[in-house]
Every structure is written in structure tokens, then in C-alpha cells.
């Protein structure tokens, strides 16, 4: 059974980081796309940063760029967002997400979701 679990959620001061991890099981880890999404109150749930399998390549939304950067490491078949220079803005429910063969960071693309955690960014 695919799963995914998020962690490390919490409240941080505008300017500060947190570190947010997403542990896969269930399935071969360097076949699968994993993401990060987020849904605001009262806005459309969108995609953040992903990591994506073969060459391990990269996605980042423009609103985070340079701020948050995604690692995985596969021994522990987790994936990391690093989240700095947090903005009051950035609060919102993170969800991970994996599927096999994603090339986006496109919420349809992905089938395996996570419970959600909570990111509170006070200013």
C-alpha cells in the first residue's frame, strides 16, 4: 500500500524556517515523483515544489523560489522542504504527494496523498 505521511509542520514568525518531511512507503522510491503542495484558506490547492524520478530534477513555484528547497534521501525514503525566509503568506496546509510518473507539479498528476500539515507563518 502507498503511503505518504507529512511532518514538521507548526507556527513560525514572518522570516523564520521550519523544515517539513514527507515519509514514503509502499513503493520503489526512485520510480516515483514526489511533491509538495499547499492550500490556503479559501484558495485553490497548488503546487510548491516536487522532485521528480529518472534524473531527479526539480520544481519550484516562483513564489518560493530561493526560499524553500526540496532533498530527498533514500535510505530513509523521505523527502524533505526546507522552508526559510518564511512570509506570512506561505501559511497554508503543505501536503506531500507521490505517483509514478508525474513530469509536473500538477495536483491531477499525483494519486497518493497525505493527511496534510499545518503551516502557520505569523508576521
Known amino acids: 500500500e502507498v503511503q505518504v505521511v507529512e511532518s514538521g509542520g507548526g507556527l513560525v514568525q514572518a522570516g523564520g524556517s521550519l523544515r517539513l518531511s514527507c515519509a514514503a512507503s509502499?513503493?520503489?522510491?526512485?520510480?516515483?515523483?514526489i511533491g509538495w503542495f499547499r492550500q490556503a484558506p479559501g484558495k485553490e490547492r497548488e503546487g510548491v515544489s516536487c522532485?521528480?524520478?529518472?534524473?531527479?530534477?526539480?520544481y519550484y513555484a516562483d513564489s518560493v523560489k530561493g526560499r524553500f528547497t526540496i532533498s530527498s534521501d533514500k535510505a530513509k525514503n523521505t523527502v524533505y522542504l526546507q522552508m526559510n525566509s518564511l512570509k506570512p503568506e506561505d501559511t497554508a496546509v503543505y501536503y506531500c504527494?507521490?505517483?509514478?510518473?508525474?513530469?509536473?507539479?500538477?495536483?491531477?498528476?499525483?494519486?497518493?496523498w497525505g493527511q496534510g500539515t499545518q503551516v502557520t507563518v505569523s508576521s
Open positions: 504527494a507521490a505517483d509514478w510518473g508525474p513530469t509536473e507539479c500538477r495536483e491531477y498528476e499525483y494519486e497518493y
Open positions: 509502499g513503493f520503489t522510491f526512485d520510480d516515483y515523483a
Open positions: 522532485i521528480f524520478s529518472g534524473d531527479g530534477s526539480t
